[in-house]
Protein backbone atom coordinates (compact mmCIF):
# COMPACT_ATOMS: atom_id res chain seq x y z
CA UNK A 1 0.00 0.00 0.00
CA UNK A 2 1.23 3.19 -0.57
CA UNK A 3 1.69 6.12 1.20
CA UNK A 4 -1.83 7.91 0.56
CA UNK A 5 -4.07 5.51 -1.47
CA UNK A 6 -4.66 6.80 -4.85
CA UNK A 7 -8.64 6.20 -5.32
CA UNK A 8 -10.01 6.80 -8.91
CA UNK A 9 -14.22 7.78 -8.49
CA UNK A 10 -15.65 7.44 -12.12
CA UNK A 11 -18.64 8.67 -13.10
CA UNK A 12 -20.51 9.43 -16.48
CA UNK A 13 -20.01 13.06 -15.97
CA UNK A 14 -20.82 16.19 -14.47
CA UNK A 15 -23.50 17.80 -17.02
CA UNK A 16 -26.35 15.35 -16.44
CA UNK A 17 -25.59 12.46 -13.86
CA UNK A 18 -27.57 12.07 -11.20
CA UNK A 19 -24.80 11.23 -8.50
CA UNK A 20 -22.60 14.08 -9.16
CA UNK A 21 -23.42 15.80 -5.88
CA UNK A 22 -23.05 12.88 -3.66
CA UNK A 23 -19.86 12.11 -5.03
CA UNK A 24 -18.66 15.92 -4.87
CA UNK A 25 -19.60 15.65 -1.43
CA UNK A 26 -17.33 12.19 -0.81
CA UNK A 27 -14.36 13.35 -2.82
CA UNK A 28 -14.34 17.06 -0.84
CA UNK A 29 -14.39 15.71 2.57
CA UNK A 30 -11.97 12.58 2.04
CA UNK A 31 -8.70 12.84 4.65
CA UNK A 32 -6.51 14.05 2.66
CA UNK A 33 -3.89 12.63 4.61
CA UNK A 34 -5.06 9.02 3.80
CA UNK A 35 -6.22 9.16 0.09
CA UNK A 36 -5.31 11.02 -2.92
CA UNK A 37 -8.47 10.83 -4.89
CA UNK A 38 -8.64 12.09 -9.00
CA UNK A 39 -12.48 11.37 -11.14
CA UNK A 40 -12.43 10.49 -14.46
CA UNK A 41 -15.35 10.98 -16.43
CA UNK A 42 -17.12 9.76 -19.53
CA UNK A 43 -17.67 12.51 -21.57
CA UNK A 44 -18.09 16.43 -21.25
CA UNK A 45 -14.67 16.89 -19.48
CA UNK A 46 -14.95 20.90 -19.77
CA UNK A 47 -17.48 20.42 -17.28
CA UNK A 48 -15.73 19.51 -14.66
CA UNK A 49 -16.36 21.37 -11.01
CA UNK A 50 -13.82 24.38 -10.99
CA UNK A 51 -13.21 23.24 -7.46
CA UNK A 52 -11.35 19.97 -8.76
CA UNK A 53 -7.60 20.72 -9.92
CA UNK A 54 -6.71 19.98 -12.89
CA UNK A 55 -4.18 17.36 -11.84
CA UNK A 56 -7.14 14.97 -10.45
CA UNK A 57 -9.43 15.58 -13.57
CA UNK A 58 -9.24 12.46 -16.15
CA UNK A 59 -10.93 11.43 -19.21
CA UNK A 60 -10.16 9.22 -21.70
CA UNK A 61 -11.70 8.87 -25.36
CA UNK A 62 -13.36 5.44 -25.45
CA UNK A 63 -13.89 4.25 -29.08
CA UNK A 64 -14.07 1.01 -31.03
CA UNK A 65 -14.61 -3.05 -29.11
CA UNK A 66 -15.49 -3.61 -25.92
CA UNK A 67 -11.77 -5.35 -25.57
CA UNK A 68 -10.07 -1.99 -26.88
CA UNK A 69 -12.08 0.40 -23.91
CA UNK A 70 -10.69 -2.85 -21.49
CA UNK A 71 -7.52 -2.23 -22.34
CA UNK A 72 -7.52 1.61 -22.02
CA UNK A 73 -9.03 1.80 -19.20
CA UNK A 74 -6.50 -0.70 -17.90
CA UNK A 75 -3.43 1.11 -19.18
CA UNK A 76 -4.55 4.02 -17.68
CA UNK A 77 -4.92 2.84 -14.02
CA UNK A 78 -1.83 1.12 -14.28
CA UNK A 79 -0.27 4.54 -15.33
CA UNK A 80 -1.41 6.50 -12.59
CA UNK A 81 -0.81 3.56 -9.96
CA UNK A 82 -4.44 3.65 -9.13
CA UNK A 83 -5.35 1.06 -6.50
CA UNK A 84 -9.19 1.40 -5.71
CA UNK A 85 -11.73 2.36 -8.78
CA UNK A 86 -15.10 3.64 -6.99
CA UNK A 87 -17.77 3.54 -9.86
CA UNK A 88 -20.35 5.83 -9.64
CA UNK A 89 -21.42 4.59 -13.25
CA UNK A 90 -25.41 3.83 -13.29
CA UNK A 91 -25.08 1.74 -16.49
CA UNK A 92 -24.90 -2.16 -15.52
CA UNK A 93 -21.62 -3.02 -18.22
CA UNK A 94 -18.67 -4.28 -16.63
CA UNK A 95 -15.66 -2.90 -19.16
CA UNK A 96 -14.35 -1.01 -15.72
CA UNK A 97 -14.61 -4.54 -13.79
CA UNK A 98 -12.41 -6.40 -16.36
CA UNK A 99 -10.24 -3.33 -16.46
CA UNK A 100 -9.78 -3.45 -12.81
CA UNK A 101 -9.19 -7.40 -12.91
CA UNK A 102 -6.38 -6.71 -15.57
CA UNK A 103 -4.38 -4.48 -14.02
CA UNK A 104 -4.66 -5.63 -10.19
CA UNK A 105 -6.94 -2.65 -9.26
CA UNK A 106 -9.69 -2.91 -6.31
CA UNK A 107 -13.01 -2.60 -8.05
CA UNK A 108 -15.99 -1.10 -6.30
CA UNK A 109 -19.12 0.32 -7.43
CA UNK A 110 -22.46 1.98 -5.74
CA UNK A 111 -25.68 0.61 -6.32
CA UNK A 112 -27.93 3.52 -6.36
CA UNK A 113 -31.04 2.40 -9.26
CA UNK A 114 -33.80 0.01 -8.82
CA UNK A 115 -32.56 -1.49 -12.42
CA UNK A 116 -31.14 -5.51 -12.37
CA UNK A 117 -30.40 -8.32 -14.71
CA UNK A 118 -27.66 -10.73 -15.83
CA UNK A 119 -25.91 -8.18 -16.71
CA UNK A 120 -26.41 -6.52 -12.78
CA UNK A 121 -25.10 -9.56 -11.53
CA UNK A 122 -22.65 -10.40 -13.20
CA UNK A 123 -21.03 -6.67 -12.90
CA UNK A 124 -21.60 -7.30 -9.05
CA UNK A 125 -19.88 -10.63 -9.05
CA UNK A 126 -16.89 -9.05 -10.73
CA UNK A 127 -16.28 -6.23 -8.34
CA UNK A 128 -14.75 -6.54 -4.62
CA UNK A 129 -17.04 -4.56 -3.22
CA UNK A 130 -21.03 -2.93 -3.31
CA UNK A 131 -22.41 -0.51 -1.56
CA UNK A 132 -25.92 -0.02 -1.64
CA UNK A 133 -27.88 3.09 -0.49
CA UNK A 134 -31.45 1.61 -0.06
CA UNK A 135 -31.93 -1.12 2.54
CA UNK A 136 -34.51 -3.00 0.59
CA UNK A 137 -32.01 -3.42 -2.44
CA UNK A 138 -30.34 -6.21 0.20
CA UNK A 139 -33.22 -8.53 -0.34
CA UNK A 140 -33.63 -7.85 -4.11
CA UNK A 141 -30.28 -7.65 -5.63
CA UNK A 142 -27.79 -8.97 -3.19
CA UNK A 143 -29.18 -12.61 -1.55
CA UNK A 144 -27.07 -15.17 -3.18
CA UNK A 145 -24.55 -16.68 -1.91
CA UNK A 146 -22.17 -15.02 -4.73
CA UNK A 147 -22.85 -11.05 -3.48
CA UNK A 148 -24.40 -11.12 -0.05
CA UNK A 149 -20.58 -11.56 1.76
CA UNK A 150 -19.34 -8.16 -0.23
CA UNK A 151 -22.12 -5.33 0.35
CA UNK A 152 -22.37 -2.93 2.65
CA UNK A 153 -25.40 -0.63 3.08
CA UNK A 154 -24.24 2.98 3.34
CA UNK A 155 -27.36 6.00 3.22
CA UNK A 156 -26.86 8.91 1.50
CA UNK A 157 -25.53 11.93 3.92
CA UNK A 158 -25.98 15.75 3.49
CA UNK A 159 -23.36 18.53 4.99
CA UNK A 160 -25.27 19.80 7.90
CA UNK A 161 -23.29 22.86 8.34
CA UNK A 162 -25.20 23.62 4.73
CA UNK A 163 -28.41 21.57 5.44
CA UNK A 164 -29.72 23.41 8.53
CA UNK A 165 -33.35 24.75 9.45
CA UNK A 166 -34.33 28.39 9.94
CA UNK A 167 -36.51 29.98 11.91
CA UNK A 168 -39.94 30.81 10.45
CA UNK A 169 -43.36 31.46 10.72
CA UNK A 170 -46.41 29.15 10.26
CA UNK A 171 -48.96 30.59 7.89
CA UNK A 172 -51.20 28.11 6.85
CA UNK A 173 -53.29 31.18 5.15
CA UNK A 174 -50.60 30.63 2.59
CA UNK A 175 -49.31 27.19 2.23
CA UNK A 176 -46.16 26.42 0.10
CA UNK A 177 -45.47 22.96 -1.29
CA UNK A 178 -41.68 22.47 -2.99
CA UNK A 179 -40.14 20.23 -4.88
CA UNK A 180 -37.02 19.91 -6.25
CA UNK A 181 -36.03 17.29 -9.35
CA UNK A 182 -36.04 17.21 -12.81
CA UNK A 183 -39.42 17.66 -14.64
CA UNK A 184 -40.42 14.39 -15.50
CA UNK A 185 -42.55 10.84 -15.96
CA UNK A 186 -40.61 9.11 -13.03
CA UNK A 187 -40.38 12.01 -10.77
CA UNK A 188 -44.63 12.21 -11.65
CA UNK A 189 -44.96 15.76 -10.99
CA UNK A 190 -48.57 15.59 -12.77
CA UNK A 191 -49.41 13.61 -9.40
CA UNK A 192 -48.91 16.67 -7.69
CA UNK A 193 -50.51 18.86 -9.89
CA UNK A 194 -53.86 16.39 -10.41
CA UNK A 195 -54.39 16.22 -6.41
CA UNK A 196 -53.69 20.13 -6.19
CA UNK A 197 -56.80 20.39 -7.92
CA UNK A 198 -58.85 19.02 -4.71
CA UNK A 199 -56.51 20.92 -2.22
CA UNK A 200 -57.70 24.73 -0.83
CA UNK A 201 -56.66 27.45 -3.04
CA UNK A 202 -54.41 28.75 -0.99
CA UNK A 203 -52.12 25.89 -1.59
CA UNK A 204 -49.36 26.84 -3.77
CA UNK A 205 -46.64 24.25 -5.40
CA UNK A 206 -43.12 25.83 -6.06
CA UNK A 207 -41.31 23.53 -9.09
CA UNK A 208 -37.68 23.61 -9.27
CA UNK A 209 -35.45 21.66 -11.69
CA UNK A 210 -34.50 20.91 -14.92
CA UNK A 211 -37.47 19.45 -17.48
CA UNK A 212 -38.32 17.51 -20.03
CA UNK A 213 -40.02 19.91 -22.50
CA UNK A 214 -42.66 17.25 -23.46
CA UNK A 215 -43.44 16.70 -20.01
CA UNK A 216 -43.07 19.98 -19.27
CA UNK A 217 -45.58 20.77 -21.91
CA UNK A 218 -47.84 18.27 -20.58
CA UNK A 219 -47.77 20.19 -17.01
CA UNK A 220 -48.19 23.65 -18.50
CA UNK A 221 -51.21 22.23 -20.26
CA UNK A 222 -53.17 20.45 -17.49
CA UNK A 223 -52.50 23.77 -15.09
CA UNK A 224 -54.22 25.71 -17.77
CA UNK A 225 -56.88 23.80 -18.51
CA UNK A 226 -58.04 23.43 -14.60
CA UNK A 227 -56.92 27.04 -13.79
CA UNK A 228 -54.20 26.45 -11.77
CA UNK A 229 -51.78 29.15 -13.07
CA UNK A 230 -51.57 31.68 -9.58
CA UNK A 231 -51.02 28.61 -7.48
CA UNK A 232 -47.60 26.79 -9.37
CA UNK A 233 -43.97 28.46 -10.56
CA UNK A 234 -41.70 26.63 -12.56
CA UNK A 235 -38.48 28.58 -11.18
CA UNK A 236 -35.89 26.35 -13.21
CA UNK A 237 -32.35 24.70 -12.81
CA UNK A 238 -31.21 25.72 -9.06
CA UNK A 239 -27.39 25.20 -8.14
CA UNK A 240 -26.86 22.73 -5.10
CA UNK A 241 -25.52 25.72 -2.87
CA UNK A 242 -29.13 26.87 -3.54
CA UNK A 243 -31.22 24.44 -2.41
CA UNK A 244 -30.76 24.72 1.55
CA UNK A 245 -31.99 28.59 0.96
CA UNK A 246 -35.08 27.63 -1.41
CA UNK A 247 -35.97 24.60 1.13
CA UNK A 248 -35.74 26.87 4.03
CA UNK A 249 -39.37 28.70 2.24
CA UNK A 250 -41.21 25.38 2.17
CA UNK A 251 -43.66 24.64 5.04
CA UNK A 252 -43.42 21.42 3.16
CA UNK A 253 -41.37 18.97 0.37
CA UNK A 254 -43.00 16.44 -1.58
CA UNK A 255 -41.71 13.67 -3.57
CA UNK A 256 -44.22 11.64 -6.31
CA UNK A 257 -41.36 9.44 -7.65
CA UNK A 258 -42.68 6.13 -9.75
CA UNK A 259 -39.18 4.82 -8.90
CA UNK A 260 -35.78 6.06 -6.71
CA UNK A 261 -33.48 4.55 -4.58
CA UNK A 262 -32.63 6.49 -1.26
CA UNK A 263 -33.75 10.30 -2.32
CA UNK A 264 -31.70 12.69 -1.02
CA UNK A 265 -33.96 15.85 -1.26
CA UNK A 266 -36.18 14.03 1.32
CA UNK A 267 -32.46 13.82 3.55
CA UNK A 268 -32.02 18.05 2.79
CA UNK A 269 -35.70 18.73 3.31
CA UNK A 270 -35.39 17.06 6.85
CA UNK A 271 -32.32 18.68 7.93
CA UNK A 272 -33.83 21.68 6.75
CA UNK A 273 -36.47 20.94 9.15
CA UNK A 274 -38.62 20.90 6.41
CA UNK A 275 -41.45 18.01 6.11
CA UNK A 276 -41.87 15.40 3.97
CA UNK A 277 -44.65 13.42 2.50
CA UNK A 278 -43.21 10.92 -0.41
CA UNK A 279 -44.35 7.80 -2.85
CA UNK A 280 -43.40 4.62 -1.73
CA UNK A 281 -40.73 4.49 -4.69
CA UNK A 282 -38.41 1.26 -4.26
CA UNK A 283 -38.47 1.70 -0.27
CA UNK A 284 -35.73 4.04 0.33
CA UNK A 285 -37.89 6.76 1.33
CA UNK A 286 -40.01 4.72 4.29
CA UNK A 287 -36.37 4.17 5.68
CA UNK A 288 -35.26 7.94 5.31
CA UNK A 289 -38.67 8.90 7.60
CA UNK A 290 -38.31 5.89 9.56
CA UNK A 291 -42.18 6.46 11.39
CA UNK A 292 -43.37 9.64 10.89
CA UNK A 293 -39.72 10.93 11.80
CA UNK A 294 -39.73 13.75 9.57
CA UNK A 295 -42.38 12.98 7.22
CA UNK A 296 -44.89 10.81 5.94
CA UNK A 297 -45.35 7.96 3.05
CA UNK A 298 -48.44 8.09 1.29
CA UNK A 299 -50.10 5.40 -0.71
CA UNK A 300 -52.38 6.82 -2.96
CA UNK A 301 -53.83 10.35 -4.20
CA UNK A 302 -56.53 10.07 -1.35
CA UNK A 303 -54.02 9.26 1.22
CA UNK A 304 -52.00 12.40 0.14
CA UNK A 305 -54.57 14.85 0.11
CA UNK A 306 -55.56 13.97 3.76
CA UNK A 307 -51.55 14.27 4.33
CA UNK A 308 -51.53 17.04 3.44
CA UNK A 309 -54.24 18.99 4.67
CA UNK A 310 -53.18 17.79 8.51
CA UNK A 311 -50.16 19.28 7.82
CA UNK A 312 -51.34 22.31 6.80
CA UNK A 313 -54.15 22.49 9.39
CA UNK A 314 -52.37 21.23 12.08
CA UNK A 315 -49.34 23.18 13.42
CA UNK A 316 -48.18 21.17 16.21
CA UNK A 317 -47.51 17.94 14.00
CA UNK A 318 -45.59 20.40 11.52
CA UNK A 319 -43.63 21.10 14.19
CA UNK A 320 -42.99 18.18 15.81
CA UNK A 321 -42.14 16.80 12.10
CA UNK A 322 -39.88 19.40 11.94
CA UNK A 323 -37.91 18.39 15.07
CA UNK A 324 -37.88 15.19 14.63
CA UNK A 325 -36.80 15.36 10.95
CA UNK A 326 -33.75 17.02 12.13
CA UNK A 327 -32.74 14.54 14.80
CA UNK A 328 -33.03 11.90 12.29
CA UNK A 329 -30.83 13.54 9.95
CA UNK A 330 -28.03 14.06 12.20
CA UNK A 331 -28.15 10.73 13.55
CA UNK A 332 -28.36 8.68 10.48
CA UNK A 333 -28.01 10.62 7.20
CA UNK A 334 -24.84 12.72 8.51
CA UNK A 335 -22.09 13.84 5.93
CA UNK A 336 -19.76 12.64 8.43
CA UNK A 337 -20.90 9.73 8.69
CA UNK A 338 -21.30 8.41 5.30
CA UNK A 339 -17.55 9.69 4.62
CA UNK A 340 -16.02 7.86 7.68
CA UNK A 341 -18.14 4.26 6.24
CA UNK A 342 -16.44 4.98 3.05
CA UNK A 343 -13.35 5.60 4.26
CA UNK A 344 -13.18 2.55 6.39
CA UNK A 345 -14.31 0.37 3.04
CA UNK A 346 -11.49 1.85 1.25
CA UNK A 347 -8.76 0.99 3.65
CA UNK A 348 -9.99 -2.53 4.42
CA UNK A 349 -9.91 -3.18 0.65
CA UNK A 350 -5.82 -3.04 0.76
CA UNK A 351 -5.36 -5.05 4.19
Same mark, same amino acid.
Given at each position: ?27 NKLDRNL ?5 LVEKFPD ?14 LQKGKTI ?159 ? *? %? ?10 ? =?? +??? !?? #?? &? ?59 ? *? %? ?10 ? =?? +??? !?? #?? &? ?18
Amino acid at each position: MSKKIKILFTIPNFKTAGSQFVLLAIYNKLDRNLFSPSILVEKFPDDFPIKIPKTEQHYILQKGKTISKINNLAKFLIKEQIEILHSWDYKSTSIEAFACKRAGVKYIYTKKNNAWSKRWFAKSFLSKHIIYNNPDMLDRFFSSYWLKSKVTFIPHGVDTMMFKPKEKKINPANFIMGCIGVLGENKNQLFILKALVNLPKNISVEFYGKADEVYLNKMKLYINSNN *L %QSRVSFNGFIDN =KE +IPT !VM #QR &FDMLVLASKNEGLPLCLIEAMACGVPVLSSDSGGGARYIVGDGEGGFVFKNEEDYIKKVLQ *L %QNEPTVLINLSK =KG +IKR !VK #QL &FSLEKEVSSYEKIYKNLLI
